[in-house]
């Protein structure tokens, strides 16, 4: 087994003990640690992370970075790749309460809009009957019948604790998503659960812009999006059905540098006519249509609040 210095342990100790980190986080570690900045020597930064795993993978881990599809930004930690009954006994989730976590997550990247998230009533009123039964041929889960389900209270307190340890997230308009730790850990399972790829970067487009051909699968990245049609030159079409890519994040830009050429071009000029701004559609997927379900006495019509606070416990 190879040998982790105190520089290895030190990372190693600051992704288990702090939860993901952002990449400039990780990077502010790797260079007290280190006495190098990470972006100018990707090479030692590379070859670390790789002495790292080498020692990990005996204890089946992995020090794993993925991209956060909600903000675009990169982040590290460390993942179990072992999926077995015995890791399941690490987390301090109930069986029921991982049953209601995969409820959410199904609802979310099963969305063929790729909105990325569901309402918070939605996530309240999903029911686990489905993902009960998916358990061995000795029972679903060894549940008994009378907890096979969560009280509304029970559900509240689950998705708080699950988005608490980033297993989900709350958008910014307020409704559930995934969050980083399902990106970093459920890669395999995105792929194995045919969740549909994103066209760039080959990775699960949960939250993704799609092609406005209604014929066409295609979806991409926002972050993805915005490397691809960069240059002003590169055709803004879908790579599938050739159709326009309508895309407002690029349109805006657009208009900004426009904006900016004209103030430079003219800045004491008082004879030029005003500048036209074209309208701009919302970005798609940014907008979530509002919960139709009618909600129970027991549920309480506005979203419940949910804090933020970093924890390493996994979930299997």
Avoid at 30 to 48: C, I, M, P, W, Y
Avoid at 52 to 59: K, M, P, T
Avoid at 200 to 209: L, P
């Amino acid at each position: 087994m190879p040998d982790l210095n105190w520089k290895h342990h030190t990372l190693v100790q600051a992704l288990l003990s702090r939860g993901p980190l952002q990449e400039k986080e990780f990077f502010s570690i790797f260079s007290a640690v280190t006495g190098k900045r990470a972006d100018a020597h990707q090479q030692l930064f590379n070859e670390q992370l790789g002495q790292i795993n080498r020692a990990l993978a005996y204890v089946q881990f992995e020090l794993r970075g993925c991209r956060n599809q909600y903000d675009g930004k990169v982040y590290y930690g460390v993942v179990n790749n072992v999926a077995d009954e015995q890791s399941k006994l690490g987390t301090k989730y109930t069986a029921v309460q991982i049953a209601f976590y995969k409820a959410v997550l199904e609802a979310i990247v099963q969305d063929g809009t790729a909105l990325g998230c569901i309402s918070n009533i939605e996530a309240l009123n999903l029911n686990l009957e489905n993902q009960i039964g998916q358990g061995s041929q000795d029972g679903p889960f060894h549940i008994p019948s009378t907890f096979r389900n969560l009280t509304m209270s029970q559900k509240e307190k689950t998705l708080e604790d699950l988005i608490r340890d980033q297993w989900l997230c709350l958008t910014s308009n307020g409704n559930i998503g995934l969050g980083v730790r399902s990106f970093l850990d459920l890669r395999s399972w995105f792929r194995s659960n045919d969740v549909p790829l994103c066209d760039v970067c080959n990775e699960a487009g949960v939250k993704a812009d799609i092609c406005s051909n209604g014929d066409c699968a295609v979806r991409i990245h926002d972050y993805c999006l915005k490397k691809k049609f960069s240059q002003k030159r590169v055709q803004r079409i879908c790579p599938g059905c050739k159709a326009e890519w309508k895309y407002s994040g690029l349109l805006t830009e657009d208009a900004a540098e426009a904006s900016e050429r004209t103030q430079t071009q003219e800045p004491h000029s008082n004879s030029a006519g005003p500048v036209t701004r074209k309208r701009l559609r919302s970005c798609k997927a940014e907008r979530v249509d509002e919960a139709v379900v009618n909600p129970s006495p027991a549920i309480d019509a506005e979203p419940a609040r949910v804090r933020r606070t970093r924890n390493s416990q996994r979930i299997k």
